[in-house]
């Protein structure tokens, strides 16, 4: 028989057939029904994998933004699928939706199944990466350049035989953890039922470039030049981590006026800003502390902020760890 090659998407990425499936069942916003071969008793897998989207999601809209078609294509499905059960699995009101009953039973246990067909997915495409294992960690782009990529090298000579695959995003809406072995969140929201370890602590102090510094006199400078000074900020439409305000509010002190200067919704390209003399930026120690031992960035004011939420690694809900994974793991919670 002839070996049909796993989806990739641009880049290599390998991609779990099932996410194709689904989206390419979907024709002209409609739904085309897609029967479980051999069985009578089971509703199409189409629907429910849009019902477990739609679920994690707990909005139609969010649901057809991850699958790229029109909210009414989604609607129909799930009306489909509440035909073929004889009941509601979502009650509907104008705050949005809730699982009922019989949706939060069939949620769970189409949650469970789709990781498991996840992760035999990726099993069997490892199967011919020889002995090679792979592991898939999502992270943000600044995590990915300024802290796990550069501690990567070092993994790998001591573990040759881990293949690690880092998928980047800058937002935790929509976000799959099906698709990844680890991953760490954007922002602090929590992850019900994902298994998660303290990776590090969340320390935020401000940072900007020797030149910047000595601009605006001597440092260490005291708050009140800090709050006179360039405040870089990042244009977010959802809220994810620390801002200005919230810093100068742990610290005791009041909020400068104005929001600062938002100069993009890239963090990374923010600290380039931060470099190039543009202003002040709010640094994550674990993003910038190579960059200050550098001397590429300093630390103007001598106050910081640790958070008492830790930044978190988290695992799927639903299958057990790799040991590959388990060895990048726990490389990970002991990395300097």
Not at 44 to 68: C, D, M, N, P, Y
Not at 129 to 139: M, Y
């Amino acid at each position: 028989m002839e070996r049909v090659p796993p989806y990739r998407r641009g880049g290599g990425e390998k991609v779990c057939p099932v996410s194709l499936l689904v989206k390419d069942g979907y024709s002209h916003g409609g739904m085309r029904q897609i029967d479980t071969p051999g069985s009578t008793d089971l509703p199409s897998t189409q629907g429910l994998t849009t019902f477990a989207i739609v679920s994690r999601h707990h909005s139609f809209s969010s649901a057809a933004e991850e699958l790229e078609v029109g909210q009414s294509a989604v609607s129909h499905a799930i009306r489909q699928l509440e035909r073929w059960f004889g009941c509601a699995l979502f009650d509907r009101d104008h705050r949005g939706i809730r699982l009922t009953e019989e949706g939060r039973i069939l949620a769970d246990g189409v949650g469970a199944g789709l990781a498991r067909v996840h992760q035999a997915v990726r099993d069997v495409q490892n199967l011919h990466d020889l002995a090679t294992e792979v592991v898939t960690i999502s992270v943000s782009t600044a995590t990915a350049s300024h802290w796990l990529i550069p501690r990567l090298a070092r993994f790998k000579v001591g573990h040759p035989e881990i293949d690690v695959r880092c998928v980047t995003t800058d937002s935790d809406r929509n976000f799959d953890t099906s698709t990844v072995d680890l991953f760490v969140p954007v922002g602090r929201a929590r992850w019900p039922g994902c298994q998660r370890w303290p990776l590090m602590e969340e320390t935020v102090y401000p940072v900007c470039s020797p030149e910047y510094a000595a601009s605006l006199g001597p440092t260490p400078w005291s708050l009140g030049v800090l709050m006179g000074a360039e405040l870089l900020t990042l244009q977010e439409r959802h809220r994810s981590r620390m801002r200005w305000s919230e810093w100068f509010k742990a610290l005791g002190a009041g909020a400068p006026d104005g929001t600062g200067v938002g100069v993009t919704n890239d963090y990374t390209v923010l600290l380039h800003a931060a470099m190039e003399g543009q202003g002040v930026g709010l640094g994550w120690h674990h993003l910038v502390h190579d960059l200050v031992q550098q001397g590429r960035l300093v630390r103007p004011v001598v106050e910081s902020v640790t958070t008492a939420e830790p930044m978190w690694l988290n695992a799927p809900p639903g299958r057990a760890l790799t040991s590959a994974t388990e060895v990048l793991r726990d490389w990970l919670l002991t990395a300097d």
